[in-house]
């Protein structure tokens, strides 16, 4: 009963001066629309960072040649030859647990093709390159292990290669491409993937068979990369282990050598690229919270400027029978719906701010339930906490020197 | 005689400022009962503000003993003391103390919303019944801003009564207006004593004093007269009896 005088006292305050709450609250709104707005951003750019691996294959695991980058020194990998098609086949009889694997060598070259030339890299792949990656044909077919075996001069194109070579809509399949001034027949065109969150255009390749391109295009015998899909996501951890089991062997690795090559499952390169905009994210939200904090400090700000100018209004109040208590509360519950008020107000922009964010920054974004919750819990400390001091102040206030404050 | 509503006993209070002391009150003590209607007289810095307030249970004294109503203050904590003042006193100040931008019976209302035992339809309805009585009831939704001085002054009497006190009392209540709206307000007084509402009055002007039934006249903290007013004069008469205003 007390209670909701008391909050009817704080919300009649609150109307009264409509334009300094307002003004108060801007610190709050401003502190917590950009908390709601960078998570946004920060989960947003997280989850599609994830759909975009996870597109590529999620069981697919990469092995390179050279140590593991990350973190220490970077040994360029197109440096090292340490992985050979000995070590290709030693994984696919050996492993148990991946369903598919290819060998894989890259280079960047000319496609020509009439008048139209189109600079693309060329992937050298075996039949299995498709399942592990998750590709489809749009039109045409595979090449087959025969194809591999007599290093066959066709290849399958990408959509971007498609529309830069074959301008004019015609089937590309059956043509003949020159790529580095070597014939190829286009036997297939892949459906298309689009960007990638890192900006990669992945319709922009060329797909041959590996033998073709290591010993017509490149002239090497080493390969760039083996690649692998594991028998499901959740095996991909132990397949990491056992390829690496594998070739440490092959490549008679003992005791504490370390590995000349690294094994990487998707799941990890998610985590990296996580972590990254987690740290992102984290900064965001520190910045975010300083103005939060900013909002705080004025509204004590405040506060001490209202109970300094009601100090005769305190003392009346305490002569018609208002304890120190009710004075406390009045004075606090004020600044918490100041700042509540503030919060709600915030998360409205935020998610307003959110929307405009994705509709015309095409930014990736992603509202998460408990960004409002803490947004909601911070206002409510920050409102008490912040609060608490003024309202001290005023409760504390002897009745008659507070009547005669003019 | 009607009981005491009012006992103080040698009622002493100290002011310390640095190392002097101002004694205030030297040792007062009189009975206020019930049905009365008490100026407090005396010159500026006499100690009739101290009175009121110890009065009051706004302050407590330096020494003696005070009982209102049967409660010895003495030895009450903050808490208990603004109970006492929520519930048997009501106060009226020289400049109204109203609300400012809160309507006339949200003023009127303001002592009730620190009592838990009113509802809000009680607190509402008792409101109304106090503007009434002071001659308001066509004005409850104005803001002091839209009243007169002696209507403010109104409204701070119906806040004073809204909570149905042992006795009201005001310092300096009429020290803001004209004589003729000071009369009015003394008339609405003597009306409220009549109804059985114990006042103390506290005033400097000698013509005030002469509408109440009793008064005690302070000098540098002591009582130099306390007597029984033989010739109660009639606010609204004298009201009469004065210059008309030119309109
Ligand atoms: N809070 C105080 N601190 C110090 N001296 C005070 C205080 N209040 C009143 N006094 C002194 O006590 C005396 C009586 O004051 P007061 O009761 O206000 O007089 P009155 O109301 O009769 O004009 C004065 O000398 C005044 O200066
Ligand atoms: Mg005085």
Redo the contacts with the bound molecule.
């Keep these: 009963m007390r209670l909701l005088n008391l909050f009817k006292i704080a919300t009649k305050a609150i109307v009264l001066n409509k334009t300094r709450t307002l003004l108060t609250m801007l610190g709050i709104i401003i502190g917590v629309a950009s908390v709601i707005a960078m998570l946004a951003i920060g989960e947003g750019s997280k989850e599609s960072i994830r759909t975009t691996i996870s597109a590529m294959g999620s069981n697919m695991i990469t092995i390179k040649a050279g140590a593991d980058t990350r973190g220490g020194v970077k040994q360029a990998a197109s440096a090292m030859e340490t992985l050979t098609l000995s070590d290709y086949e030693a994984i696919k009889s050996q492993s148990t647990l991946l369903s598919y694997s290819t060998p894989l060598v890259n280079g960047n070259g000319q496609i020509i093709s009439g008048s139209n030339n189109w600079p693309s890299t060329i992937y050298g792949v075996n039949p299995e390159y498709l399942n592990i990656k998750v590709i489809d044909l749009q039109s045409g077919s595979m090449f087959t292990d025969v194809d591999v075996k007599s290093a066959a001069k066709v290849a399958l194109i990408g959509q971007t290669v498609v529309e830069n070579i074959f301008p004019d809509g015609q089937d590309p399949v059956g043509q003949m491409i020159r790529y580095n001034n070597i014939p190829f027949k286009v036997i297939g065109v892949l459906e298309e993937k689009g960007e990638n969150t890192f900006g990669q255009d992945q319709d922009d390749v060329v797909i041959a068979p590996y033998t073709t391109v290591q010993k017509r295009i490149l002239a090497i015998d080493h390969l760039n990369q083996i690649i692998a899909s594991a028998i499901n996501e959740e095996e991909a951890p132990n397949a990491v282990l056992e390829v690496s089991k594998i070739l440490r062997e092959q490549h008679k690795l003992t005791g504490n050598q370390d590995d000349d090559f690294y094994v990487q499952s998707m799941e990890e390169l998610i985590s990296t690229f996580s972590s990254t905009s987690e740290m992102l994210t984290i900064l965001l939200v520190a910045v975010a919270s300083i103005s939060l904090l900013i909002g705080g400090i004025g509204i004590m700000n405040i506060m001490y400027v209202s109970v300094k100018e009601r100090t005769k209004e305190i003392g009346l109040r305490m002569a018609v029978g208002a304890k120190g208590a009710d004075i406390l509360m009045q004075f606090l519950i004020e600044a918490i719906l100041i700042s509540i008020t503030g919060g709600v107000l915030g998360v409205l922009l935020g998610l307003g701010s959110t929307v405009f964010i994705e509709k015309f920054l095409n930014w990736p974004t992603s509202v998460a339930l408990y960004s409002i919750v803490i947004s909601f819990a911070v206002c409510a400390v920050t409102g008490i906490f912040f609060g608490w001091y003024p309202a001290r102040k005023a409760s504390a206030l002897d009745p008659i020197t507070a009547l005669r404050y003019e | 005689m009607s009981k005491a509503i009012i006992k103080i006993e040698d009622l002493k209070r100290e002011?310390t400022?640095g190392n002097e002391t101002?004694h205030?009150l030297r040792g007062i003590s009189f009975d206020i009962k019930e049905g009365e209607f008490v100026t407090i007289m005396?010159s500026?810095?006499?100690?009739?503000?101290?009175?009121l307030n110890i009065l009051g249970c706004l302050d407590q004294p330096t020494s003696g003993n005070y009982d209102i109503d049967g409660v010895s203050v003495k030895d009450l904590s903050r808490n208990e003391l603004a109970t006492i003042r929520n519930e048997k006193i009501g106060f009226i100040f020289q400049s109204y103390n109203l609300l400012a931008r809160t309507s006339a019976i949200e003023n009127v209302e303001l002592p009730l919303l620190y009592n838990s035992k009113v509802s809000t339809e009680e607190r509402r309805k008792r409101a109304i019944e106090a503007l009434q009585k002071v001659g308001l009831g066509e004005r409850l939704h104005h803001t002091p801003a839209q009243l007169s001085g002696g209507q403010q002054q109104r409204v701070a009497i119906a806040r004073s009564l809204v909570n149905n006190p042992v006795m009201i009392l005001a310092d300096e209540a009429t020290g803001n207006l004209d004589t003729r709206t000071s009369y009015e307000i003394m008339s609405l007084f003597q009306e409220l004593n009549k109804q059985g509402i114990t006042i103390t009055f506290v005033t400097h002007e000698p013509d005030i004093a002469t509408f109440s039934s009793r008064t005690i006249v302070l000098k540098d903290g002591d009582i130099m007269q306390d007597y029984n007013n033989h010739n109660i004069l009639s606010a609204a008469s004298e009201l009469a009896k004065l210059p008309k205003q030119d309109d």
Aim: a positive charge; aromatic letters at 8%; glycine letters at 24%.
């Design positions: 002011f400022m101002v205030a005396g500026s810095g006499s100690g009739k503000s101290t009175m």
